[in-house]
C-alpha cells in the first residue's frame, strides 16, 4: 500500500526566502506523484505532478519538485517566497495506474512573513 | 471548460439527520472521487465511481454511500449523522483516458453537524 509523509505540519518562512516542503512516498510500484495547493475553504489546485518522465518537475507560480527515487523523496522548493504563498500544501500519490485512489500525507501550511 | 462543482458549499445539520452533497465533474470526465478532510485525519478517500459503478472503497463505515449516474453527476450520502461527521467533503473528477492519475477538485461542501 502506498503512503504519504510530509515532515513538518507548519512552516514559516520570510518573504524572499527560499521555500522547501519536505515529502517522502512508500511505494511497492513506480508511483505518481503530486503536489497541491488548498487555499482556505477552497477545493485543492494541482501545482505539479510526476509521471515518470523528468525527474525534475516544474510547476505553476515558480514551484518545482525533484523526484529522487534512491531517497523515495519529492521536495517542492520555490526560490523566493511571496505572501499570495500561504497556503496548505498537500503531498499525494497513486501507483502508475489509472484505478487507484490518491494518497494524500497530512498537509503542511505554509506562513509567510514580512 | 468548467471546473468540478459541488453543491451546497455549506450545510448544517443535527445528529440522526441525513445528508446528500452533489458533484457535477468536468465535461466528459467519468470518473468521480470523494474525499473528507478533517484537520486531524487530513484528506480520506471515501470512494470512487467510473461509468455508473463504484471502482474503489476507502475505510469508512456503512453510513456513508455514493451513486453515479449517467451523466456522470454524482451525489454522496450519509445516514445518521454523527458530530465526528464535520468536514469538508471534496469531490475530484478525472479523464476517461489517457490519464495520468491527475485530479480535478472542486470547491467543497462544508459540512457542520450539531
Known amino acids: 500500500a502506498q503512503s504519504v509523509t510530509q515532515l513538518g505540519s507548519h512552516v514559516s518562512v520570510s518573504e524572499g526566502a527560499l521555500v522547501l516542503l519536505r515529502c517522502n512516498y512508500s511505494s511497492s510500484v513506480p508511483p505518481y506523484l503530486f503536489w497541491y495547493v488548498q487555499y482556505p475553504n477552497q477545493g485543492l489546485q494541482l501545482l505539479l505532478k510526476?509521471?515518470?518522465?523528468?525527474?525534475l518537475v516544474k510547476g505553476i507560480n515558480d514551484f518545482e519538485a525533484e523526484f529522487k527515487k534512491s531517497e523515495t523523496s519529492f521536495h517542492l522548493t520555490k526560490p523566493s517566497a511571496h505572501m499570495s504563498d500561504a497556503a496548505e500544501y498537500l503531498c499525494a500519490v497513486r501507483v502508475n495506474s489509472g484505478n487507484t485512489p490518491l494518497v494524500f500525507g497530512k498537509g503542511t501550511r505554509l506562513s509567510v512573513i514580512a | 471548460k468548467a471546473g468540478v462543482t459541488q453543491t451546497p458549499r455549506y450545510l448544517i445539520k443535527t445528529r440522526g439527520q441525513q445528508v446528500t452533497l452533489s458533484c457535477s465533474p468536468i465535461s466528459g470526465h467519468r470518473s468521480v472521487s470523494w474525499y473528507q478532510q478533517t484537520p486531524g485525519q487530513g484528506l480520506q478517500f471515501l470512494f470512487e465511481y467510473f461509468s455508473e459503478t463504484q471502482r474503489n472503497k476507502g475505510n469508512f463505515p456503512g453510513r456513508f454511500s455514493g451513486r453515479q449516474f449517467s451523466n456522470s453527476r454524482s451525489e454522496m450520502n450519509v445516514s445518521t449523522l454523527e458530530l465526528g461527521d464535520s468536514a469538508l467533503y471534496l469531490c475530484?473528477?478525472?479523464?476517461?483516458?489517457?490519464?495520468?492519475?491527475?485530479?480535478?477538485f472542486g470547491p467543497g461542501t462544508r459540512l457542520t453537524v450539531l
Open positions: 475530484a473528477s478525472s479523464p476517461t483516458q489517457g490519464t495520468t492519475g491527475e485530479q480535478f
Open positions: 510526476y509521471t515518470s518522465a523528468a525527474t
